[in-house]
């Protein structure tokens, strides 16, 4: 599976973006999908997860209640709809696949299979 996000880029705090990883070789619909994000000298860091059914979504505390994770199994597309942002939201944004994950893993990198090369995201003030 190869994993290709987009969307990243330069906005004032308090505005808003959406990311997409768009997925080929073979379809997402199987897999745990997951956005994490790394900032200079900082550990990757666990954004958001949606399970394959895309019922039920985890947000890591730093990000819940203004991101959002959506995914459009059809397309094999995820998504992160990023409101509210914020200076400490500034990272690099990545996108992560993984099958057999269960809701104990899904906040460690290293549970994930797939990865794309990441987009940034600069928030000023």
């Known amino acids: 599976v190869q994993l290709v996000e987009s969307g990243g880029g330069w906005v004032q705090a308090g505005g808003s973006l959406r990311l997409s990883c768009q997925a080929s070789?073979?379809?997402?619909?199987?897999?745990?999908v997951g956005w994490f994000r790394q900032a200079p000298g900082k550990e990757r860091e666990f954004v958001a997860a949606l399970f394959r059914s895309g019922s039920n979504a985890y947000y890591g505390d730093a990000v819940k209640g203004r991101f959002t994770i959506s995914r459009n199994n059809a397309e094999s597309t995820v998504y992160l709809q990023m409101i509210s942002l914020k200076r400490e939201d500034t990272a690099v944004y990545y996108c992560?696949?993984?099958?057999?994950?269960?809701?104990?893993?899904?906040?460690?990198?290293?549970?994930?299979?797939?990865w794309g090369q990441g987009t940034q995201v600069t928030v000023s003030s």
């Open positions: 070789g073979r379809p997402l619909s199987r897999d745990t």
């Open positions: 992560a696949a993984g099958r057999s994950l269960i809701l104990s893993s899904i906040r460690t990198p290293a549970q994930y299979s797939y």
